[in-house]
């Protein structure tokens, strides 16, 4: 399922956060993360799922 997150992440990072963590706070900072550019969003999902 990680594997699927990731891909998620890379192609559109707010999605595979909230497959991992829902709408929480990171899920809204990723938005805005990905807002103000799509590389922080991406390494922000990334981080977010390996964490997890």
Not at 6 to 34: E, K
Request: charged share 10%; glycine share 10%; net charge positive.
């Amino acid at each position: 399922m990680d594997v699927i997150r990731i891909l998620f992440a890379i192609f559109l990072p707010p999605v595979g956060v909230f497959l991992q963590v829902g709408l929480g706070l990171h899920f809204w900072l990723n938005i805005l993360l990905t807002l103000l550019g799509y590389i922080p969003g991406i390494v922000h999902a990334v981080w977010i799922i390996a964490r997890r």
